[in-house]
């Protein structure tokens, strides 16, 4: 058995669907996650440029610090970013606040991927989902299958042995696949820092605008934040520990302005990654219905 | 200074220690209920891996779900999907991630119920360590056996004896030695563990998991997470250089880099490497990668490189050390799980994948299987879901390999249904059966251009499927007269007559129906050898093998005639009296009665003999032929 090694386990699979993919496509959700995969990427295919396309799914309801990130990030590689939003979750005004966060990430998110897949005719589909980050992640393949209706079913998703990935399908037929499915969160952050990783900077702490909605701090991005009295917003030293949409993501309180004060918060914190997100609450083993719906 | 405290001192220091710790891969294995999802939780929540959000959804789940009481339910943490937390069993591979102050841990928490086989296997495939839980109520079960001999079979060298449930025995010694003895005997008859580490848990209670245990006086061997902190993790860079090319690099006409992950050994610009299977010899210039050039790689990590000759090499092909090359073979001595419902066809091909490569298989029937209970061997016609096999398995090309037991990267591979593109199977190389060193095809000077030549003639296989009764050798018949009066050398091989023969030792089973083709596809690839044009009259129902006998012959000489009538018609006209004997039950597996038939998708020709004669069916395939410079 070879020594395992996080990044050569990363770069075997990108080379595996560079080599086996018709179309392939990297989702790029420009969190530390994707900052992560796309310097795999990168070292993957070193000196070439990866042969493969980026797609950002946005909501039109990410930190506009995010996009500016994105752009950047993306201009400064010369990479080729696609960016996808439903059109008819636009038309039809589709937000967090009125309708919900299960509703909004549901049209924005989950059929908005689905969209961009079927539109540019994608067959295999790299995304930044971790093992350690929730339950039914942790029986998650690196190679999922996708029905041809994005659909995954627990059941029936082919054993995946050694390291030789069955990649074959037909058309219509999809993969997600994961090359930082073993990564920690540790893992992730201990990578970001010894490879000098760029990352948007609202992971560090500064003092940023924020209202309290249901024990939950939520940043005031722009004026879409319906605020019925102004004096609600308070400037506070808060961070990120996921990124998303900016009304669906609780910032916490920290003074850790530094990668390596992160780091340290996040080791001697008692709640896990995911308790920011407003989505995984709803009911129980709640991811594993949305995955079965084709989230990523 | 505990890890803890070095995080609040000083995280940079922290932070670079965690850069050196080594990952060990283990997995967990074991009947239901001998508390493997109990252990795994009591590990996480000892190494502080759950954070208090987890624990308080656990105590909140333990009251609703859980089997302790009011206790925490450890195995409720690590259950995941939905529908076994109803059923209340674990059904799948879940991984799970740890870290102690010496080392970072992967676990593969395998399922312990017997169907579940191959689940088992997968978690071992990637794993160097096994822990076995054994109840030490029931001592050694049939399936700990089981789970032994898969660990065993995929090459972990290391396994911990996890006599777990000890509080339920008043911490016995003699119940622990008993079991330990008991063991050895198995470990010792049939199994190639390197090291045997016997260790008394309540998983439970946390007897021997980081302490030991005061309930246990008479134990002073290691604690489990001691043992797992300090055992050797497999050695790294032994063995020759094996770098399997998984992509070639060609940002630009002055690169060429080969891209693949270093199976074993180590690599350095100037190295003597060989190509395999060409066998070209050249030099290694430069190992490239992001951060500038390096001056070697070892096993595991993935890399590009360069040579200093240009060669012809791709996707599949390896690059070696040039004192120790791999093996080169198409026919192998080989071990197979079966993973599929499906059960496995004898003589069907199969999409076999190796590290960077495919090819066709053919399966043979297997030599016997293993009762993986007691270790018999059994014979066996076919491999079923969670059967392991010897068999013999042949390719339709070379690959580059080595034994399994001498490295599982090069020596595993899998197999892949043509139709479904399911996996279903995996396999490990025991042998190769000849070397490709040894096999010279003799090149002789009359070939297949020139019998063709001196027939005046392009050779083909006409071949006729469809139901019995649709008119296939009727048709047949006609166009073999017709090309025969036009002076055309011809062959006609029909289903009846064949298994008169050749095939008169099958019977019509699938896997019979199978080898049938396989044969018949032997010989009529001969026939277009001969130069002769071939016309096969055989039901041959599924698209598999039909595709597979088209794949055998080259370009344009393979001709699918497609003889459609409706099962209603082929019965009302019932030429040999065989629909009734079907319908009457006194023949089995009758094609369109209880065996299926695939109908074709895209024939060269349909011919519709509910709408046409017979010899105006010979006349549409004869001006197919004439078109096309056959007849």
């Given amino acids: ?296 | 200074m505990s890890e803890k405290d070095l995080i609040s001192s000083d995280i940079n220091t922290y932070i670079a220690n965690q850069e050196a710790k080594d990952t060990l891969r283990f997995i967990t294995c074991g009947s239901v209920d001998d508390g493997k999802s109990t252990l795994i939780g009591r590990l996480l929540y000892e190494s502080k891996m759950i954070f208090d959000d987890q624990l308080s959804a656990l105590q909140k789940d333990s009251s609703k779900f859980g089997t302790q009481g009011d206790e925490i339910d450890f195995a409720l943490l690590v259950d995941g999907l939905a529908a076994e937390r109803e059923q209340g069993i674990t059904i799948d591979v879940a991984y799970r991630f740890f870290t102690t102050d010496k080392r970072k841990f992967i676990v593969a928490d395998t399922p312990g119920h017997q169907q579940y086989t191959r689940n088992m296997a997968t978690g071992a495939s990637t794993a160097s360590l096994a822990i076995l839980m054994i109840d030490a109520r029931k001592g050694i079960l049939e399936q700990t056996r089981r789970h032994a001999f898969i660990s065993s079979l995929l090459g972990i060298k290391q396994i911990i004896l996890a006599v777990n449930k000890l509080d339920l025995v008043d911490y016995s010694d003699e119940v622990f030695k008993q079991i330990s003895d008991d063991f050895d005997v198995i470990q010792k008859e049939h199994l190639k563990f390197e090291h045997v580490q016997a260790i008394p848990l309540s998983a439970l209670k946390g007897d021997n998991i980081i302490e030991l245990s005061d309930n246990t006086p008479w134990y002073q061997g290691p604690t489990l997470i001691h043992w797992l902190e300090t055992v050797e993790n497999t050695a790294k860079g032994k063995g020759p250089l094996r770098l399997p090319i998984q992509y070639v690099l060609r940002p630009n006409l002055d690169y060429r880099g080969y891209a693949g992950r270093v199976a074993s050994g180590s690599v350095a610009p100037g190295n003597k490497v060989k190509i395999l299977p060409s066998g070209v010899e050249t030099v290694i210039a430069e190992i490239t990668s992001m951060d500038g050039v390096l001056e070697s790689a070892q096993e595991g990590e993935s890399i590009a490189v360069t040579l200093k000759d240009e060669v012809d090499a791709s996707r599949g092909d390896m690059i070696v050390e040039a004192g120790g090359p791999a093996e080169l073979s198409d026919q192998f001595r080989v071990n197979i799980i079966w993973m599929h419902e499906q059960e496995m066809i004898p003589g069907r091909s199969y999409i076999i994948k190796i590290e960077g490569g495919t090819a066709n298989a053919t399966i043979a029937k297997p030599r016997y299987k293993i009762n993986v209970n007691n270790y018999a061997r059994l014979p066996a016609d076919v491999l079923e879901l969670n059967d392991i096999g010897s068999c013999n398995i042949s390719l339709d090309r070379n690959i580059v390999f080595d034994p399994y037991e001498e490295n599982r990267i090069t020596g595993s591979f899998i197999l892949i249904d043509r139709e479904s593109n399911a996996t279903v199977g995996a396999g490990l190389i025991h042998y190769a059966l000849r070397r490709a060193s040894n096999i010279h095809w003799q090149a002789f000077e009359i070939n297949k251009a020139a019998r063709s030549e001196a027939k005046s003639q392009k050779p083909c296989v006409l071949w006729f499927t469809g139901l019995s009764g649709s008119g296939k050798s009727t048709i047949a018949n006609i166009v073999e007269k017709k090309l025969n009066a036009n002076l055309r050398h011809t062959m006609l091989l029909d289903g009846d007559n064949v298994r008169h023969g050749l095939n008169r030792d099958l019977g019509f089973t699938d896997q019979d129906r199978v080898e049938n083709i396989r044969r018949v596809t032997e010989v009529s690839k001969l026939m277009v050898e001969a130069g002769l044009i071939t016309l096969v009259s055989f039901i041959s129902p599924f698209a598999l093998e039909r595709d597979s006998a088209r794949q055998a012959l080259g370009e344009g000489e393979f001709i699918e005639v497609y003889v459609k009538s409706s099962l209603a018609e082929a019965e009302r006209r019932d030429v040999k009296g065989l629909y009734a004997k079907a319908r009457s039950g006194e023949l089995k597996n009758f094609t369109g009665i209880d065996s299926p038939y695939e109908e074709p998708k895209t024939p060269e020709i349909i011919v519709e003999t509910e709408k046409h004669s017979a010899e105006e069916c010979a006349e549409q395939i004869l001006s197919y032929l004439s078109d096309r410079g056959y007849a």
């Fill in chain 1, 1 to 296: 058995m070879a020594n395992f090694n996080l990044e050569a386990e990363a770069i075997h699979i990108f080379r595996e669907v560079a080599a086996e993919a018709e179309n392939p496509v990297f989702l790029y959700s420009v969190g530390k996650d994707s900052a992560v995969m796309l310097h795999l990427a990168r070292k993957a295919f070193y000196p070439a440029k990866p042969p493969f396309k980026f797609l950002h799914v946005d909501t039109k309801w990410k930190f506009k610090e995010m996009i500016a990130f994105r752009d950047k990030i993306m201009a400064d590689l010369g990479f080729e970013l696609l960016v996808h939003t439903n059109p008819d979750g636009i038309k039809r005004g589709i937000n967090p606040f009125d309708h919900g966060s299960v509703m909004h990430t549901d049209i924005m998110k989950t059929v908005a991927l689905k969209q961009a897949l079927d539109e540019h005719q994608f067959d295999i589909a790299f995304g930044g989902a971790r093992r350690d980050e929730e339950k039914s992640r942790s029986k998650e393949r690196i190679f999922s299958f996708r029905t041809a209706e994005h659909r995954w079913d627990p059941k029936n998703q082919r054993p995946e042995i050694w390291s030789l990935y069955n990649a074959r399908k037909k058309l219509g037929e999809t993969i997600r696949v994961f090359p930082l499915s073993n990564w920690t969160e540790v893992d992730i952050w201990q990578y970001i820092l010894s490879e000098n990783i760029p990352i948007p900077d609202l992971y560090l702490a500064k003092e940023r605008p924020v209202i309290e909605r249901d024990g939950t701090l939520i940043m005031v991005d722009d004026e879409r934040m319906p605020i019925k009295d102004k004096s609600e917003i308070r400037y506070e030293m808060v961070r990120f520990r996921t990124l998303g949409c900016y009304p669906l993501t609780g910032a916490v309180r920290s003074s850790a302005t530094t990668l390596p004060e992160i780091v340290q918060e996040m080791l001697l914190s008692t709640t896990s990654e995911r308790q920011g997100r407003v989505i995984d609450g709803d009911v129980g083993a709640s991811m594993e219905q949305k995955k079965q719906e084709g989230y990523f």
